[in-house]
C-alpha cells in the first residue's frame, strides 16, 4: 500500500481502541434489554461484527469527511468523536439524547461531528449521501462522503441510480457495501443475482464502470487499504469506487417485533434460528474481529496484553458511564412533540 | 360456526384458504418462505410462495405484471411505508392498466402491508399512508379492525379483479375475536356499524376503532350512547352507511390514526358536509394525530396520537355543542 | 413596477432571481442544460445546473441530501406523477429528516413539477396527486393560479428552510398576467382571495381557479356574486381565510381538479364542517374530476374533468338550497 | 448461428415485411399532424428507427410469446398481428381503436396478440415483464417474454430490481435495451455512467451475473442472432439476458409538447435541434435499418426489386386504409368514460 496510508503503531491502537469502543457499546445496548427491559422501545439494530468495516474505512478519512450509514447507525458516530452519552440517551428515547428522543437508535444523527443523519427506509440514504457528496463537490469542501449501505440495500433501485449519477457527475464518494449476509432474516445468496452466481457484489460496480472490489470485512487493514484507495479517488475528483466489505452479523438482525406492551428481546441469530445452520454462525464467530484483531496486534507487538486491558476497561467504564447518564436523563416533556417539525 | 382467533391469524386463514381455493393465487414478500421448512411454502410449492429481495418496484411491478397475465398475486410488503419507494406502481401502474386498455385486461392483486405501528418505531415506519390511497380510480383499499374482518377483507380482497390495497393495523395484530369458520367474505366497499347508538356517531378507521370502541363504553356509563361506524373499506367508501347514522344521530366525531389533513377523517368530513349537512345538529369534529412525524420516544408518541381520552371530551364537546381546540 | 408575463416566464423569472441572490441554490433535472448553449448554464455554470438521468429516487434524494448539508437545490422534475416513483423521498425522507434529528438539520429543497395536463395524456400523465402530499407533517405544498403568485410563490418556496413541493398547473403554462418586477414573495402558508362577493364561496385549486373566475363571471351576469379563494399552498393549508369567506358568504362550493376522494377539495370541505358550520346556510358541493383516471380521446377526457358550466350548475344548485347529483 | 436459428429466404422477406409496415406506419403517424392537424392529442412516439431491433427480436418468438414495450409501442404489435385499422383507430383515439379510445398512442394493448399493455412511467413495465414471464413459469406455459426498454429507462431502479429478481428466479425473459441514443433530448453519452467511460450499455448485465450483449441495432439479421440465443436461455430455464440492440431513433422524440388549443407537430431531430450536430443525424440516416435491408435482400438475391415494391406498395395501401379506417370512426361517447375503471 502507498506509504501515506501504511498504519502506525499508533493508529492501529486508535483503531482497536474504536472497534473496542463500538463492541462495548453494542453489547450495553443488547444488554439493556435485559437488564433495563422496556427502556428500548421500537427495534435497534446493532453493529458487532462491522467493527472492521467501519472502523477501517472512517480511519482513512481526513477531518470534515462526512458518514452516511445506514439505519443499523450506531458504530459510526463512535468512530467520530460523538460522546457515548447522547448516543445511550438517544436510544433510551431521553430528553439528553442526541436527537432529544425524536429519532432513537435507528435515526441518529449528529452534523456536528460530520454525520448528517440516516433513513430507516432501505436504499433512499445512499443518495442522500451522494447529494452530500453533490456539496462538497459544488462548494469544494475538499470532503469525501462515506455511503454505507447493507447487501440488502444493494438490491433497491435507490443504489443503482445513486451510484451512476456519482459515476456521471463524478462524485467525491465511497460506497462501502457492508456485506454481514444477510438482509433481516435473509441470506444474501437467496436474493442477489450475484450470489446465486457465485461472484462477488462488489460485480455491480461494473454496471457504472467504476472500480469494485471486495475485501475481507472482518480485517480492519484489509478494509482501510480498499478504502484508502477509493477515498483517494473521490478526493482526486475521479468519482466513487464500489467496496465490498465482506463480514458477518453477530447478534440477531434486531430485537423481536412485539405489540406493546409485551417486551421486546434480542432472539438468536438468523442462521440458527431461521435456517438451523449453527456450524455457520460458528465459523463466523471464529472470526470475530475485534478478537482477531487482539491477537494480531498483541501478536505483533502493537499492543501489549496489559494495554489491550486498558482500552477495555476504559471502553467499558465510557460505556457504563453512558449507560448511567442515559437512565437518570428525564423523558422529554410530551408537549415538545408538535416542534421541529419545520424549521 | 366461528372459533376465536387472533387478527393475524385470521388475516393467514384466509390466505391459506383462498390459495387452497385458487391455484392461481401466490404469495411472496421479503423475509418469507426463506427455508423448505416454512409451512407455506411446504403447502403450496416453490412456485406459488416466494421470497423477494428488498426490491419493493420490481415486487409490486412483477405482481402487476403477473396479474394482468393469468395469476392472482399476494404481494407481502410488510409496512406499508415501504410501498412509498414503489407508489408509482401503486397509485399509476396498478389502477390505469385496466382503464388505459379499454378494459382488455384486469389486475386482480393485493398488496398487503401492516401500519400505524405505534411501538417506538419512529418517524418512518409508523405513519398511516391510507389517505394518499384513497380516491384514485380503480384502487381498492381496506382496513380491517377486528379479526372477523381480517379474514373476510382479506378473503374478498384475493376474489377481486382489481388491485387492493389491503392494510392490517400493526397494533391490533395480536387481538382476538371470533372468526367464522370456513368461506367467509366480507364484501368491499361496505362500512360496518360496530356498535349501535343514538346520540352521536364515531367514525373510525383500524386501530381507532378499537379506541372508539372503548370510548364509546365509557360514554354508555354517563348515560351517552355513542353509534360506532367503521368504514372497512376506504375505497370504495361506503358514504351511504356513514350519511344514514349522522342523519340519525345528528352529531359525528370522527377519528384517525394520521396527521389531521392527510386523514381519511377529513375526507370523510367532507362527504358530511355535502350530504348530511341538514342533519348535523352540531358541526363534525376531528380526532387526528397532531400535526408532527411520529416521535421515538414514549411520552412524545403518546403525545401526537389520538387516544381513548381525546375521543371521550371530542364526544362531549359535540354533545355540548361546542368548539374545543383539536 | 410590473409587467405583463407568462405564468412559465414568471417562474422562471423567480428561479433565476433567487439564484442570483444566493449562490448556494442550485438547480437540475432530466432534459435541461443538454448543452453549453443553454442560457441557465452559460448564466450559472456546470456546477449548478445540472442534466440528470431518468432517475427521480437518486434526484430527490440527492436533493435532500445536498440540502441537508448545505445547498438549496431545485428539482425539476417536470410531471408531478413522475415524483410517484421517489415518493418515499417525498413524503417519508425530506419532511422527516429534521424531525428525527431533534432539530439538528434542516432541508431546503424545492421540488418543482407540473400537474394535470388535460391535453391528451392519457391516464398516467394527467393527474393531480397533491392530495397525496397534504397533510405531511414537515412538507409544504404550494399551486400557484396565476403569473404574479407563481413567481412569488417560487420565490418563497426556495427561501424556505423546509422542503416545498412547487406545483404548476401544465394548462396554465401560457397565460399572461401582471407580474411585480424584482423582488416579489408571496408568503406560503396564506390564501388569496381572487374574487370579492357575498352570495357565494368557490374555493379552487391551479387550474381551476380560472375556471372558477370565468364561472364567477357569468355568474355575476345573472346577478349572483361569487367570492372566489385560492388556497395557493395546500400545506400548510390557510383555514382561516376559507373560513371567513364561507362564515361571510354562508354558501361554498369546491372545486378540484381531482377525483372527489383524492382532491383537495375533500379535505377543505372537512374544515369548513368542523369551522365554519354554523354560518353555513346550505349543504358544501364538491366540483370534482368524476371517478376515472383520464381517458386519451377528446370528450372523454372533457367528461372526466370539471369545467365552468358544472361550476356554474353547482353554485345555482346550492343557492336553490337543494341537492343536485356530483 | 445453430442451424435451427438460420433464417430462410421466406423469413428474410417476412422480416423485410414487417419492416416496411411499421416504417409505412410511423411515417403515416407523423403526416398526420400534418394532414390532420388535431386528430392526435397527448404525445406520440415512433419507432422509426427501431425496425430492424423490433423485428429482429420478435422473429424469433414463438406463437405464444409475448412482448412488453415501453410507451414507444407502435411498432411490436404490428409485427404481432394486431390490425393496423384498430391502431391508427387508438392513435386518433377513436371508438373503434384498440382500447376504445381510452389509451392513445402510449398505451397501446393487445392481449389477444400477445401484448398486454404498456406503461408510460419509465422503468415501470420493465417490472411488468418480469411479471408476465413469472407467470410464465409458474403456469409453465412455456412462452418467453420480450421486454423493451430504452436507454434512458436502464437508469431507473426498477430495471436494476426487476431483472436481479428475473435472473435469481431464473424466469423465462429477454431483455431488449434498445440503445437509440436519446432519452427525450439527452444523448445517451451525457447521462450513462458506462457510456461515459466508453463501455456499452450491456456491460450492466455484469450486474446480475447474467449475459450481456451488445449488437448492431440496424441490422435485424444480427438482432435474430443475438435474442435467439437469449431466447433459447430463457426457454432452457436458465434465466433472463440483456441485449443491447443500439441504433437511431429517426425522428423527434415526439410531438412538440402544446397547451391546447395550440396544435401540435413533429419538431426536427434533437441532434439537430437541440445539439446542433447535423453530422451525427446524417451519419445515421445513412444507416437507416429498412434501406439496408432492403439492398441487403436484393444484393443477396432473398428479394426482387419488383417484390420488394409490392411489399412497399401493399405496407402503403394498408396504412392508407387504416388511416381512412380510423378517421371515419366516431369518437366515444363522453358517457364512456366512467366504464373499464373496475372489473
Ligand atoms: C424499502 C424498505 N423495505 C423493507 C424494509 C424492512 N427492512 C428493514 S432492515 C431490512 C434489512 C436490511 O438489510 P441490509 O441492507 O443487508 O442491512 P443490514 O440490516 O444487514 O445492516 C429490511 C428488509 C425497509 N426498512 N425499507
Ligand atoms: C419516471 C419517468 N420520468 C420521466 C419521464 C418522462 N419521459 C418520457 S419519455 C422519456 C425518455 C425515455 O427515453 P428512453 O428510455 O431512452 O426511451 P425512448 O424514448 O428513447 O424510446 C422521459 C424522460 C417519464 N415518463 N417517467
Ligand atoms: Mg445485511
Ligand atoms: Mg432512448
Given at each position: 500500500m502507498p506509504k501515506k496510508h501504511q498504519l502506525s503503531?499508533?493508529?492501529?491502537?486508535?483503531?482497536?481502541?474504536?472497534?473496542?469502543?463500538?463492541?462495548?457499546?453494542?453489547?450495553?445496548?443488547?444488554?439493556?434489554?435485559?437488564?433495563?427491559?422496556?427502556?428500548?422501545r421500537g427495534h435497534a439494530h446493532l453493529g458487532d461484527g462491522a467493527?472492521?468495516?467501519?472502523?477501517?474505512?472512517?480511519?482513512?478519512?481526513?477531518?470534515?469527511?462526512?458518514?452516511?450509514?445506514?439505519?443499523?447507525?450506531?458504530?459510526?458516530?463512535?468512530?467520530?468523536?460523538?460522546?457515548?452519552?447522547?448516543?445511550?440517551?438517544?436510544?433510551?428515547?431521553?430528553?439528553?439524547?442526541?436527537?432529544?428522543?425524536?429519532g432513537g437508535s435507528m435515526h441518529l444523527a449528529d452534523p456536528a461531528h460530520h454525520f448528517p443523519g440516516t433513513s430507516g427506509i432501505i436504499g433512499q440514504s445512499i443518495a442522500h449521501a451522494t447529494g452530500a457528496a453533490l456539496t462538497a463537490q459544488v462548494k469544494k469542501t475538499g470532503q469525501v462522503v462515506y455511503c454505507f449501505f447493507?447487501?440488502?440495500?444493494?438490491?433497491?433501485?435507490?443504489?443503482?441510480?445513486?451510484?451512476?449519477?456519482?459515476?456521471?457527475?463524478?462524485?467525491?464518494?465511497?460506497y462501502v457495501l457492508e456485506n454481514n449476509q444477510y438482509q433481516a432474516y435473509t441470506h444474501f445468496s437467496l436474493e442477489d443475482a450475484n450470489a446465486v452466481a457465485g461472484d462477488p457484489l462488489s460485480k455491480k460496480a461494473a454496471a457504472f464502470s467504476i472500480p469494485g472490489v471486495t475485501v475481507d470485512g472482518t480485517d480492519p487493514v484489509a478494509v482501510h487499504k480498499a478504502v484508502s484507495k477509493a477515498a483517494d479517488r473521490a478526493r482526486a475528483g475521479k468519482g466513487p469506487s464500489l467496496v465490498e466489505t465482506k463480514f458477518y452479523r453477530l447478534s440477531a438482525h434486531g430485537n423481536v417485533i412485539t405489540v406493546p406492551p409485551l417486551p421486546t428481546q434480542f432472539p438468536e441469530h438468523e442462521a440458527v434460528a431461521v435456517y438451523g445452520n449453527k456450524k455457520e454462525f460458528a465459523q463466523w464467530k471464529a472470526k470475530d474481529p475485534v478478537v482477531k484483531f487482539r491477537s494480531r496486534l498483541i501478536k505483533t507487538r502493537a499492543l501489549t496484553e496489559a494495554n489491550a486491558k486498558r482500552i477495555e476497561d476504559a471502553a467499558r467504564a465510557e460505556v457504563k458511564d453512558a449507560v448511567e447518564f442515559a437512565l437518570a436523563s428525564p423523558l422529554p416533556a410530551p408537549e415538545e412533540a408538535v416542534n421541529y417539525v419545520y424549521a | 360456526m366461528a372459533r376465536e382467533m387472533m387478527y393475524m391469524d385470521a388475516i393467514n386463514a384466509a390466505i391459506i384458504e383462498e390459495m387452497q381455493r385458487d391455484e392461481n393465487v401466490i404469495f411472496y414478500g421479503q423475509n418469507m418462505a426463506m427455508t423448505e421448512r416454512d409451512p407455506m411454502l411446504k403447502k403450496f410449492g416453490k412456485d406459488r410462495v416466494?421470497?423477494?429481495?428488498?426490491?419493493?418496484?420490481?415486487?409490486?411491478?412483477?405482481?402487476?405484471?403477473?396479474?394482468m397475465t393469468g395469476l392472482r398475486p399476494i404481494v407481502e410488503l410488510w409496512m406499508s411505508e415501504f410501498m412509498l419507494v414503489a407508489f408509482a406502481q401503486v397509485l399509476n401502474e396498478a389502477p390505469r392498466l385496466r382503464y388505459m386498455s379499454g378494459g382488455q385486461v384486469k389486475v386482480p392483486l393485493v398488496l398487503k402491508a401492516g401500519f400505524g405501528f405505534c411501538a417506538g418505531w419512529a418517524g418512518q415506519h409508523?405513519?398511516?399512508?391510507?389517505?394518499?390511497?384513497?380516491?384514485?380510480?380503480?384502487?381498492?383499499?381496506?382496513?380491517p379492525s377486528t379479526p372477523a374482518d381480517a379474514?373476510?377483507?382479506?378473503?374478498?380482497?384475493?376474489?377481486?379483479?382489481?388491485?387492493?390495497?389491503?392494510?392490517?393495523?400493526?397494533?391490533?395484530?395480536?387481538?382476538?375475536?371470533?372468526?367464522?369458520?370456513?368461506?367467509?367474505?366480507?364484501?368491499?366497499?361496505?362500512?360496518?356499524?360496530?356498535?349501535?347508538?343514538?346520540?352521536?356517531?364515531?367514525v373510525a378507521v383500524g386501530w381507532m376503532v378499537k379506541k372508539a370502541m372503548a370510548a364509546a363504553e365509557r360514554l354508555a356509563q354517563e348515560g351517552i350512547s355513542a353509534e360506532v361506524v367503521d368504514p372497512r373499506s376506504l375505497a370504495p367508501l361506503d358514504v351511504k352507511t356513514i350519511v344514514a347514522s349522522v342523519k340519525k344521530t345528528g352529531r359525528v366525531v370522527?377519528?384517525?390514526?394520521?396527521?389531521?389533513?392527510?386523514?381519511?377523517?377529513a375526507v370523510i368530513a367532507g362527504e358530511i358536509a355535502e350530504h348530511a349537512f341538514e342533519?348535523?345538529?352540531?358541526?363534525?369534529?376531528m380526532v387526528t394525530a397532531l400535526d408532527a412525524s411520529v416521535p421515538y420516544s414514549e411520552p412524545l408518541e403518546n403525545f401526537v396520537v389520538p387516544n381513548e381520552e381525546k375521543i371521550v371530551q371530542a364526544v362531549k364537546a359535540v354533545l355540548a355543542n361546542q368548539e374545543v381546540a383539536a
Open positions: 503503531k499508533d493508529r492501529l491502537v486508535w483503531m482497536f481502541t474504536q472497534m473496542v469502543r463500538i463492541r462495548e457499546f453494542e453489547e450495553a445496548v443488547k444488554r439493556a434489554f435485559i437488564e433495563h427491559p422496556g427502556v428500548i467493527e472492521a468495516s467501519i472502523v477501517g474505512s472512517l480511519s482513512t478519512r481526513n477531518k470534515t469527511d462526512l458518514a452516511m450509514p445506514s439505519y443499523r447507525c450506531h458504530g459510526y458516530p463512535i468512530v467520530l468523536g460523538t460522546p457515548l452519552r447522547k448516543m445511550m440517551a438517544e436510544v433510551f428515547g431521553r430528553k439528553d439524547g442526541l436527537c432529544k428522543g425524536f447493507g447487501d440488502g440495500a444493494s438490491k433497491q433501485g435507490a443504489f443503482f441510480e445513486s451510484v451512476n449519477m456519482a459515476a456521471v457527475w463524478k462524485l467525491p464518494i465511497v | 416466494r421470497l423477494t429481495p428488498i426490491s419493493e418496484t420490481a415486487e409490486i411491478g412483477i405482481g402487476i405484471g403477473a396479474a409508523s405513519n398511516c399512508i391510507y389517505h394518499s390511497m384513497m380516491g384514485i380510480p380503480g384502487l381498492k383499499v381496506v382496513v379474514k373476510g377483507l382479506m378473503a374478498a380482497a384475493i376474489r377481486d379483479d382489481n388491485p387492493v390495497v389491503y392494510l392490517h393495523s400493526y397494533m391490533l395484530t395480536l387481538d382476538k375475536g371470533q372468526v367464522p369458520d370456513g368461506e367467509y367474505v366480507v364484501p368491499l366497499g361496505v362500512a360496518d356499524v360496530k356498535r349501535a347508538g343514538t346520540d352521536i356517531t364515531i370522527l377519528v384517525d390514526q394520521a396527521p389531521r389533513h392527510s386523514s381519511a377523517a342533519h348535523l345538529r352540531a358541526p363534525v369534529k
